[in-house]
RNA sequence: GCCCGAGUGGCGGAAUGGCAGACGCAGUGGACUCAAAAUCCACCGCCGGCAACGGCGUGCGAGUUCGACUCUCGCCUCGGGCACCA
């Protein structure tokens, strides 16, 4: 590349600079660090996005410059930064335009991916594009199969027949985070349940070793509202699994939170799909119950989750025995017990759960109190159900009457443990990681069907799997993958016995590709591993992660969980992935997240094009806290432009020596010092808004004061490289520098001179501040307290009254109160 | 319903319990200009006042404190997440 000539005006022309540097950027792999020389490695990863046709939008732009902005910051602080970027490309969304607009997913994403490309590079990031992949490159999907292999090793990957999310629009099975609220995530269709062959991974394995490590702030240093929502999402709940036999010598087993209340247990609920429901069904209730359990299949899982509260349900005729009190309690179905929570059964206590009070209410049953407040009659009537247990005691519970409900809970447990009726457990909301797709677009995952040898693993010396060029990829409503129309693909030799097998057809999970694409970044010249060890440790984990927190229970709780795995076998050497996890705000445009599906999305392209992309990410940096986003608006950006115009004009001045003043000034030093302090601080915790500010009143405070001191100028100039890289390499060089400003070394500051020598004080009398004055830093407060008395405002409120009270912060303020 | 956030000028937003409104946008007045743009200077929370100054003011109501945007309690509103999870 050449550089462009740069008009001799003085003038600030962004295009030019901005083209020269990244010019001169790539040319110079100014970007490249060497990974095995490294001395300070610093790993600053940024979420990679997926390409879609559009491009990119500002939303997008915003968290990638943060990012960036961090990544520059820690450069200029001495590290050797390594900011990779790649691309997410798999996966049903890309399929899905593609299907859309009737190009093949193979065309068109190389296509979005120039794009992006083209526009990142235009962002001035300090992007490692010499690592770049996408996760459709056989390279790199290679490795994501090979990744499977390894869970499958270990025990970690198994296949079931399980009722599936099933979006009969995508004709695809959904992971649960892919139909939260029993709405397909991409396309808004109701999902129905389906049964099919998956493969899943074993993450609740996982889950206590999720949860404990989110307490360890050496491991993780994440931003708390990721970590609530990985805890809630874990979803752990202590209580116990219980026993209630049935005739034949079953029983039927529940999960309950509240083991304390089984005396109330007057009935119980099967969940419709629960094995039981046959064995217990009467001749009497068959076709009724039947029925009931047909209807619940018809319905979509809207109405049936999140739709009217409103119970339904049927009695199956059964009974079972309370193992408390022995007594016989009706066993019914109803579709408000689920089968994918807890065992698929309940003991119902309509006294003290919301949903059985109800659910008993209609139908007439049992209701019995059990627990009650101190001062409350152990009969007294329930008309709603009774849930705190805070301060209550048992009533009506055998010998375990009388006591407060913690210790119930604990006694009933033990009670029922020494029966051989119950124990202590801890059941999770989370569920096994379904990972199998019957689409397209994604990694075939590598196992091949014998009907001697049962599902074999591909070798992973016969890695990858090619994905096949089809051109008809629809899927259809078989429930099996457009792979299976592929025939000469389908067929392929069973690894173990030669004799023909059929391969699996489904892909996997687009979330698989992402769980581990931050391990590849630092090895893609390794074409015979994954990952080399030995980089690995120098990299990882990840010193700084920032992105959506969209992401917070999907992408991060299965990177978590993929690098636990890898742990465990010893592939790595750690097992939390990410140091460090900031979850940066969204970008609003018109009251609303901006995004694709919202259809307000503001492209940067043009105002790249109109202001420059330094402008753009001063904007875009100063319009709102990063952690929290803000407002996108055209007003506004004109700011930050005319800030770096004066910050050119004043570096023009000082590159031709016109010094104005020789003299340096107080007040600027201190501005000076102060604001090297202050940015510092504000960049490691991402305020990038107030350290902008910073540099703004640093640059009036220059104007001001007529000082353009040279090495104040210097400061400036590296302190605005993050956010404006292409401006600082130019000022740079303006100012006679022969290398990049981010070989620079950060400013550092005296923190002596970051003090003026006098301070203002102010005197509030009774609380309002009523004047101030001016004494030396080191004053006394018998100094401070005599200048407030000759003060002719303080005299007038204070005369005539005495002082009763009198507070002194050193340095701060003079607090009388007067009556 | 539950769990997180957040409510501050015309706007985006600043404030370790210590001068509320930094910084920026918009606006107003002025300088420069034939004129406009750009630039520069000044003003810029609300009410009263020529002014000095005074009163009010950080969603609402209490409280703690010499002092509260900040802490506590009780509400209201908005945004996000979870949700028949036993």
């Known amino acids: 590349m050449t550089e462009p000539h740069i008009p001799d005006d003085g003038a600030y022309h962004p295009d030019r600079v901005e083209a020269k540097w990244q010019a001169r950027w790539s040319d110079r792999r100014t970007n490249e660090p060497d990974l095995d020389l490294a001395a300070r490695p610093f790993y600053n990863l940024m979420m990679f996005p997926y390409p879609s046709a559009e491009g990119l939008h500002v939303g997008n732009v915003f968290a990638f410059t943060g990012a960036d902005v961090y990544g520059r910051f820690k450069r200029l602080q001495g590290y050797q930064v390594f900011e990779p970027i790649g691309f997410d490309a798999f996966g049903i969304q890309s399929e899905n335009y593609a299907l859309k607009i009737g190009i093949h997913p193979g065309q068109l994403i190389p296509k979005s991916i120039a794009n992006f490309r083209r526009q990142l590079s235009a962002l001035g990031g300090m992007f490692d594009w010499s690592r770049s992949f996408s996760t459709t490159d056989p390279e790199y999907y290679k490795w994501t199969q090979w990744l499977f292999l390894q869970l499958l090793k270990a025990g970690k990957a198994y296949r079931k027949k399980a009722a599936v999310n099933w979006c009969p629009s995508c004709k695809t099975v959904l992971a649960n985070e892919q139909a939260e609220g029993g709405i397909c995530e991409r396309c808004g269709t109701s999902v129905e349940q389906r049964l099919l062959e998956q493969w899943f991974f074993r993450i609740t394995d996982y889950a206590e070793r999720l949860l404990t490590n989110l307490d360890d702030k050496s491991k993780m240093d994440w931003s708390d509202r990721t970590i609530t929502a990985q805890r809630n999402w874990i979803g752990r709940s202590e209580g116990a699994q219980i026993d209630f036999p049935i005739d034949g010598g079953e029983v039927i087993r529940v999960f309950t939170t509240r083991p304390d209340t089984i005396f109330g247990a007057t009935f119980m609920v099967l969940a419709p799909e629960h094995p039981l429901v046959d064995r217990l069904t009467t001749k009497a209730e068959r076709p009724a119950v039947e ?260 992401h917070a229970v999907l992408h991060l709780l299965y990177s978590r969980f993929i690098t636990m795995v890898l742990n465990d076998l010893g592939l790595v050497g750690f097992d939390e992935p990410f140091r460090k996890f900031r979850a940066h705000g969204l970008i609003i445009k018109d009251g609303a997240k901006m995004s694709k599906t919202k259809g307000n999305v503001v492209t940067p392209d043009e105002y790249i094009g109109k202001w420059g992309a330094d402008t753009l990410r001063m904007y875009l940096m100063f319009l709102g806290p990063f952690e929290e986003g803000g407002d996108f608006r055209d007003a506004g950006i004109n700011g930050p432009r005319r800030f770096l115009d004066k910050v050119w004009d004043l570096v023009s001045q000082c590159s031709r020596k016109t010094l104005i003043g020789d003299e340096v000034h107080h007040d600027v030093v201190v501005k000076w010092q102060q604001t090297k302090k202050k940015v510092t601080h504000d960049l490691e915790v991402l305020s990038y808004n107030t350290a902008i500010a910073a540099l703004m009143e640093l640059l009036n405070a220059i104007r001001e004061s007529n000082c353009s001191e040279r090495s104040i100028v210097k400061d400036l100039v590296v302190m605005l490289a993050p956010f404006a890289p292409h401006f600082a390499e130019e000022c740079w060089e303006q100012l006679g520098r022969k290398t990049s400003v981010f070989d620079a070394s950060w400013p550092t500051w005296d923190e002596a001179l970051t003090v003026t020598a006098d301070v203002e004080i102010p005197i509030q009398i009774n609380g309002k501040t009523r004047s101030k004055v001016r004494v030396p830093r080191s004053a006394t407060e018998e100094l401070v307290v005599a200048r407030a008395l000759r003060d002719p405002i303080v005299v007038k409120f204070v005369s005539g009254k005495t002082i009763v009270k009198r507070v002194y912060v050193p340095g701060r303020l003079l607090s009388l109160v007067v009556a």
Request: charged share 25%; hydrophobic share 35%; net charge negative.
């Open 291 to 550: 029925a009931y359990r047909q209807a619940t299949q018809a319905k979509d899982v809207i109405t049936r989750k999140v739709g009217e509260k409103d119970k339904t349900g049927v009695f199956t005729g059964g009974f079972a025995t309370n193992p408390a009190t022995g007594e016989k309690i009706p066993v019914w179905v109803a579709d408000y017990v689920l089968m994918d929570y807890g065992t698929g059964a309940i003991m119902a206590v309509p006294g003290h759960d919301e949903r059985d009070f109800a659910f008993a209410t209609k139908y007439g049953l049992e209701i019995r109190r059990v627990v009650a407040q101190a001062d409350e009659g152990s009969d007294s009537p329930l008309s709603e159900p009774m849930i705190e247990d805070g301060d209550c005691r048992l009533v009506n519970s055998g010998h375990f009457t009388e006591l407060p409900t913690g210790e119930a809970f604990k006694g009933i447990v033990a009670w029922l443990e020494e029966k051989g009726a119950g124990k202590g457990v801890v059941n999770y909301r989370l569920h096994d990681w379904c990972i199998s797709r019957q689409r397209y677009w994604g990694p075939p995952i590598p196992i091949i069907y014998c009907d001697g040898c049962g599902p074999v693993p591909v070798p992973e010396k016969d890695l990858p799997v090619l994905l096949p060029y089809i051109p008809d990829f629809h899927p259809d409503d078989s429930g099996v993958s457009p792979l299976a129309r592929h025939k000469e693909w389908y067929y392929a030799p069973c690894p173990q016995c030669g004799k023909q097998g059929r391969r699996e057809t489904d892909v996997s999970d687009n979330f698989l590709d992402s769980a581990w694409y931050f391990l590849r970044y630092p090895n893609t010249d390794f074409a015979d591993r994954a990952f080399d060890r030995s980089r690995i440790e120098k990299w990882l984990p990840v010193t700084s992660y920032i992105g959506g927190n969209e």
